[in-house]
């Protein structure tokens, strides 16, 4: 079992970009990190997964090109970059964990979960 701790998320004009991290209370290498959003009256989506052990990333067809996921070097910590922020992503922002786990993973399979991090687009 591993603690999650979002941060990162602020309010952010349009066209901004934001760095969400996701800390883990041990290292996260042997994990795989998803991202997930859910904004009020929505259902919780998949943003995008890195897999365990240094595997591959995976990211929702509608997140492809403006979020990149990666690993922090000291591997406890899991960013997700969002660039040219839209009002549509405006959401809360969780990471999950799970694992040895490989990516694509539905929401179901991950055991551990962090509060989230707020992001708010607007002018």
């Known amino acids: 079992q591993v603690q999650l701790v979002e941060s990162g998320g602020g309010l952010v004009q349009p066209g901004g970009s934001l760095r969400l991290s996701c800390a883990g209370s041990g290292a996260l290498d042997l994990y795989a990190i998803g991202w997930f959003r859910q904004a009020p009256g929505k259902e919780r989506e998949r943003v995008s997964c890195i897999s365990s052990n240094g595997g591959s990333e995976w990211y929702a067809d509608s997140m492809k090109g403006r979020f990149t996921i990666s690993r922090g070097d000291a591997k406890d910590t899991v960013y997700l970059q969002i660039n040219n922020l839209k009002p549509e992503d405006a959401a809360k922002y969780l990471c999950?964990?799970?694992?040895?786990?490989?990516?694509?993973?539905?929401?179901?399979?991950?055991?551990?979960w962090g509060q989230g991090t707020q992001v708010t687009v607007s002018s």
């Open positions: 999950a964990a799970l694992e040895w786990g490989l990516c694509p993973l539905p929401e179901r399979e991950y055991t551990d």
